[in-house]
């Protein structure tokens, strides 16, 4: 039992998930090891949403709604975090979502999309195809999901899928607390920030951009910028991090 005033309350809960949907064959045992990758990035920029990440957010909003078809990719760690969030930010968006592993097996698509519909996340389902060209499972996705998006929204994702989606002409926004990896870097748009932050800052979003504003945040995008400006924080934090 972690008690609610304990300063590092929302870390342990969310560490506690993982663990659980862990051994409930949810999260693959490495996804415990780059949550913790996560953790340590996010210590840098104050475990808070910075100003970059938000409007990162709010064009992250702007993108998915003007979207022919989008789709939000969903692996172990996402869903063990933020299955509520998604679907409230599939309500918001109208995206669809689809169950996306690296480390895959039937039975973890089986118990991530009953953990995902249970939630309320209306899953894409059927024969998946090598579609995306990989060397590993990444590659296999729905050809009415990922197969036909034209916006991906792929959180705590791997660099080469998120390169392969981008060459075959689609638009990859992610969520990565890791400015530096090679996803945040080949992104359209990278949020650096934390999933369970993140993913109700766009769906609030959604329902809050203003009469040309999503026009002028996709015309303005820049992720070099962004990527910049989440190093700068963290470079800033650290300098002034014993005062
Ligand atoms: N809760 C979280 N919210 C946001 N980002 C997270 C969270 N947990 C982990 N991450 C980040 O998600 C990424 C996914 O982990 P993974 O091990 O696939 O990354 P990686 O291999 O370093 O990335 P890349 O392949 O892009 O270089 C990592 O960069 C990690 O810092
Ligand atoms: C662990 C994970 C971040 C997710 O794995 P999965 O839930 O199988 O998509 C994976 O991409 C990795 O870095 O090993
Ligand atoms: N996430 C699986 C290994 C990679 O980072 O590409």
Redesign the pocket.
């Known amino acids: 039992m972690i008690p609610k005033d304990h300063p590092r309350y929302r870390s342990l809960v969310?560490r506690e998930r993982l663990a659980r949907c862990a051994r409930e064959g949810i999260v693959a045992p490495?996804g415990l090891?780059?949550?913790?990758?996560?953790?340590?990035?996010?210590y840098l920029i104050g475990e808070r949403t910075t100003e970059s990440a938000a409007l990162a957010e709010r064009t992250a909003a702007a993108m998915l709604l003007a979207a022919r078809h989008a789709v939000i990719s969903v692996n172990g760690?996402?869903a063990a975090?933020a299955a509520a969030e998604i679907a409230a930010l599939q309500r918001a968006s109208g995206a669809d979502a689809e169950v996306n592993l690296?480390h895959r097996t039937e039975e973890r698509i089986e118990r991530i999309t009953r953990l995902l519909t249970e939630h309320g996340v209306r899953v894409l389902t059927g024969t998946p195809e090598r579609i995306v060209p990989l060397s590993h499972d990444r590659a296999l996705c729905l050809p009415q999901g990922i197969g036909d998006a034209d916006v991906v929204l792929v959180?705590?994702?791997?660099?080469?899928r998120?390169a392969a989606l981008r060459e075959m002409g689609k638009t990859v926004i992610t969520?990565?607390?890791?400015p530096?990896?090679?996803?945040?870097?080949?992104a359209t748009l990278t949020i650096v920030?934390?999933?369970?932050r993140?993913i109700p800052a766009i769906t609030a979003a959604c329902s809050t951009l203003e009469a040309g504003e999503a026009e002028r945040l996709v015309a303005s995008l820049d992720n070099t910028y962004l990527l910049r400006a989440a190093i700068d924080e963290m470079r800033e934090r650290l300098a002034h991090a014993l005062e």
């Open positions: 969310a490495e090891a780059a949550h913790g990758r996560g953790e340590a990035f996010d760690n996402t975090l690296f959180p705590l994702e791997d660099g080469d998120c969520v990565d607390l890791n530096l990896s090679r996803t945040a870097r080949t920030d934390e999933v369970t993140a």
